[in-house]
């Protein structure tokens, strides 16, 4: 029973730490630019704020998975970004066909820069909370150790004295 509590307690955690903030920032900072575009533009249309919160929702996860990595990907990263922006500014501003959505476009831009900058932060908030719960964990393991080792040596010394007596273990550090 408790193996099945500890696997949804990471589902929660998973949910709480990562999906609610991306959630919450890529809606909120989608409808801000949204209510923006309509004042500037005056386009009421839906389409036009489902393809703001696409670019935010992208922008949002490509920033968490970046600043989450446990490695260096930035440096592949930016360049990604920067490289899919110039592309499809490119090929907006090239086709008459897309002319409707050349108002748009720069909002969806700047709302995937920021969620994605603001989600790397998170990510990085995460991995700094592994970390240091890798290092607790390193600690303990090692005063485990050190206590296991002091235990046999008591142990074989009170052995040869003739009484037992035993030292409390260390507790495993919280995560």
């Given at each position: 029973?408790?193996?099945h509590?500890?696997?949804?307690?990471?589902?929660?955690n998973?949910?709480?730490?990562?999906?609610?903030?991306?959630?919450v920032?890529?809606?909120?900072?989608?409808?801000?630019?949204?209510?923006?575009?309509?004042?500037?533009?005056g386009?009421?249309?839906g389409?036009?704020?489902?393809?703001?919160?696409?670019?935010?929702?992208?922008?949002?996860?490509?920033?968490?998975?970046?600043?989450?990595s446990?490695?260096?990907?930035?440096?592949?990263?930016?360049p990604?970004?920067?490289t899919?922006?110039?592309?499809?500014?490119?090929?907006?501003?090239?086709?008459?066909?897309?002319?409707?959505?050349?108002?748009?476009?720069p909002?969806?831009?700047?709302?995937?820069?920021?969620?994605?900058?603001?989600?790397v932060?998170?990510g990085?908030?995460?991995?700094?909370?592994?970390?240091?719960?890798?290092k607790?964990?390193?600690?303990?393991?090692?005063?485990?150790k050190?206590h296991?080792?002091?235990?046999?040596?008591?142990?074989?010394?009170?052995?040869?004295?003739?009484?037992?007596?035993?030292?409390?273990e260390?507790?495993?550090?919280?995560?």
């Amino acid at each position: 029973m408790d193996e099945h509590l500890n696997i949804w307690n990471i589902f929660f955690n998973t949910f709480l730490d990562i999906f609610l903030p991306w959630a919450v920032i890529t809606t909120i900072f989608s409808c801000f630019l949204f209510l923006f575009l309509q004042q500037i533009s005056g386009k009421k249309s839906g389409t036009h704020g489902c393809l703001i919160f696409g670019f935010c929702s992208l922008g949002g996860v490509v920033g968490i998975i970046s600043g989450g990595s446990l490695t260096s990907v930035m440096g592949a990263v930016i360049p990604a970004l920067l490289t899919f922006i110039s592309a499809i500014l490119a090929y907006m501003f090239g086709k008459e066909t897309l002319a409707k959505w050349r108002d748009t476009i720069p909002f969806c831009l700047v709302g995937m820069l920021v969620c994605a900058i603001y989600m790397v932060f998170v990510g990085s908030g995460i991995k700094g909370e592994q970390k240091k719960y890798e290092k607790d964990y390193e600690v303990w393991l090692l005063e485990k150790k050190s206590h296991i080792k002091i235990n046999e040596e008591l142990l074989l010394t009170q052995i040869k004295n003739g009484k037992i007596i035993k030292i409390a273990e260390p507790e495993r550090p919280k995560k």
